[in-house]
C-alpha cells in the first residue's frame, strides 16, 4: 500500500507539474504493484463455514497443525490471520462470524477492524440473509471487491428432498442457487455479483476449484486496485487541499472585484470581471483543467483527450469567459436577489446596498466554480485510472 514516501513525492509533483505529474508517477508505482501486501477476509454468518473455507483455500485440513479452529463449538472470536500458501504478499484473516450476540452488525466493523482488509469473500448458509447484503453494501461502499460464495451446498442439496424428484437435475438445481445469489444481490443494489456454491466437505465437487482459479487469476488485478485505490485516495486529499487553498482566496478577490463594481454601475464592470476571470483562470490551471494539461494527462494515462476530457463538465472548469462570468454573476443577482433589478436605477440608496449584493453574489460564483472545478479534477482522475476496471 502507498505510503508516507509515496504521498510526499506526489504532492511535490502535484505542486509542480499539476495532476499530469502527477499521473505519469502513478504509472509507475502500479507497474510495481506485485510487491504490496494483500489481505484477505473471510467474513459472514456464524458457522457458515469461514473458518473451514480458510484452512482449504491454504490446503489444510481441519485439525492439522496450523489450521484454523472450526466446529460448532470453536467460534472464532477475534480475527486471525493466515499466510496464503507460496505466496508471501498475500494474507488471508479468519472473521468472526457477523450477527450473533457478540457481534450484531452495528457493532461488527469496529470489531474487527473492517478497513484493514482489501479484499472479502462473504459466506452464506444455507440462505441468502439481510446480513450477508448489509456486508456486501458495505464492502461495494468502500469501493472494495468481494466474492459471494454460498456454502455447505451439500446440505443444502440433501435437505431439500429434490433428488427424490423423477426430473431432479443437480447443475440445474445448483444454477438456481446460483442465479437465486445473485439475483437478492443485484436487488440490494450490488453491481455485477461473482457467486460460487462450494462444500466445505466435499472440495473437488461444485465449485471451490473454479473458486480457487479465479482467485489466483485475480490477484495482479485485486493488487493493482489496492495500490490504485490508496493512491487515488492521496491524490483526492492533494486536490481537496487545493480546493482549501483557492476557497481562502475567494473572499479577498470577490472583495477586490466588488468595491468599484457599485454606483458606477457598469462602467467599471469590466475591470471588475477581469479580477473575476483572471481567478478562474488560474483556478482551472490549478486543477490541471486546462488544454495543456489534459493532453499531458490522457498521453500520462494512455486514453484519449475526448475520454479526459469528458469528465469535465463544470462551466468554467470548460471555459473561463467574461461573458459566462458575466452571466454567472446575472443568473445569481435575478435568482437570489429580487431587489437587485430594482436597485440598480435607485440613486443613493441602491449604492451600499448593491455593493454588499454585488459582493455576496461574485463571492458565491466563486465558490460554486472552484467546489466544481475540484469536482472536475477527481472526475478526471478517474477516467484516466478507473477503479471500476
Ligand atoms: N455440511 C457441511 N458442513 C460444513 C461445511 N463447512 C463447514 N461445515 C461445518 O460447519 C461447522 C462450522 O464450521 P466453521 O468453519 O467453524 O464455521 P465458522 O463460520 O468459522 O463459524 P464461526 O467462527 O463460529 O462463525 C463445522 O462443524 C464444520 O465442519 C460444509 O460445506 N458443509
Ligand atoms: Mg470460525
Redesign the pocket.
Known amino acids: 500500500m502507498a505510503g508516507v514516501t509515496e504521498e510526499q513525492e506526489l504532492k511535490a509533483l502535484y505542486d509542480r507539474g499539476g495532476l499530469g505529474a502527477v499521473i505519469q508517477q502513478l504509472q509507475s508505482y502500479l507497474g510495481k504493484s506485485e510487491r504490496i501486501t494483500l489481505d484477505i477476509a473471510v467474513t459472514?454468518g456464524?458457522?457458515?463455514?469461514?473458518?473451514?473455507?480458510v484452512n482449504a483455500l491454504r490446503g489444510i485440513g481441519?485439525g492439522e497443525p496450523g489450521a484454523a479452529p472450526?466446529?460448532?463449538t470453536?467460534?472464532?472470536m477475534e480475527p486471525t490471520m493466515y499466510q496464503y500458501p507460496n505466496k508471501d504478499t498475500i494474507k488471508i484473516w479468519?472473521l468472526?462470524?457477523i450477527g450473533t450476540p457478540n457481534f450484531q452488525a452495528s457493532n461488527y466493523f469496529k470489531h474487527v477492524q473492517f478497513e484493514r482488509y482489501d479484499f472479502f469473500i462473504i459466506?452464506s448458509?444455507p440462505r441468502f440473509t439481510e446480513n450477508d447484503l448489509f456486508l456486501a453494501k458495505e464492502i461495494q461502499q468502500r469501493k472494495k471487491k468481494f466474492y459471494f460464495v454460498r456454502?455447505?451446498?451439500?446440505?443444502e442439496l440433501g435437505s431439500g428432498n429434490y433428488r427424490e424428484k423423477s426430473h431432479y437435475d443437480e447443475n440445474k438445481t445448483l444454477e438456481k442457487f446460483r442465479n437465486a445469489s445473485v439475483e437478492s444481490l443485484k436487488k440490494g443494489g450490488i453491481e455485477s455479483p461473482q457467486v460460487f456454491l462450494?462444500?466445505?466437505?466435499n472440495l473437488e465437487k461444485f465449485d471451490f476449484e473454479k473458486l480457487q482459479e479465479v482467485l489466483k487469476e485475480d490477484l495482479p488485478a485485486l493488487k493493482r486496485r489496492v495500490l490504485l485505490l490508496s493512491l487515488s485516495n492521496i491524490i483526492l486529499s492533494i486536490i481537496d487541499k487545493m480546493k482549501e487553498a483557492k476557497m481562502g482566496e475567494i473572499e479577498k478577490v470577490a472583495h477586490e472585484s466588488a468595491v468599484s463594481a457599485w454606483p458606477i454601475v457598469r462602467l467599471f464592470n469590466g475591470i471588475n470581471i477581469i479580477r473575476l476571470v483572471d481567478f478562474l483562470t488560474s483556478c482551472r490551471t490549478h486543477f490541471s483543467l486546462d488544454d495543456d494539461s489534459l493532453w499531458k494527462i490522457a498521453e500520462s494515462a494512455g486514453k484519449t483527450r475526448v475520454q479526459i476530457r469528458s469528465a469535465v463538465t463544470s462551466t468554467f472548469g470548460l471555459k473561463v469567459s467574461e461573458k459566462d462570468v458575466e452571466k454567472g454573476l446575472e443568473e445569481i443577482e435575478n435568482k437570489e436577489y429580487v431587489i437587485f433589478r430594482f436597485l440598480k436605477y435607485v440613486p443613493f440608496l441602491g449604492a451600499p446596498i448593491g455593493a454588499k449584493i454585488s459582493k455576496t453574489s461574485r463571492y458565491t460564483l466563486l465558490e460554486t466554480a472552484v467546489w466544481e472545478m475540484a469536482e472536475d479534477s477527481k472526475r478526471v482522475l478517474e477516467k484516466a485510472f478507473p477503479l471500476s476496471d
Do not use: M, R, V
Request: glycine share 16%; aromatic share 4%; net charge negative.
Open positions: 459472514g456464524s458457522a457458515t463455514g469461514k473458518s473451514t473455507l481441519d472450526t466446529g460448532e470453536e467460534t472464532t479468519d468472526p462470524g459466506l448458509a456454502s455447505k451446498i451439500d446440505q462450494i462444500s466445505g466437505w
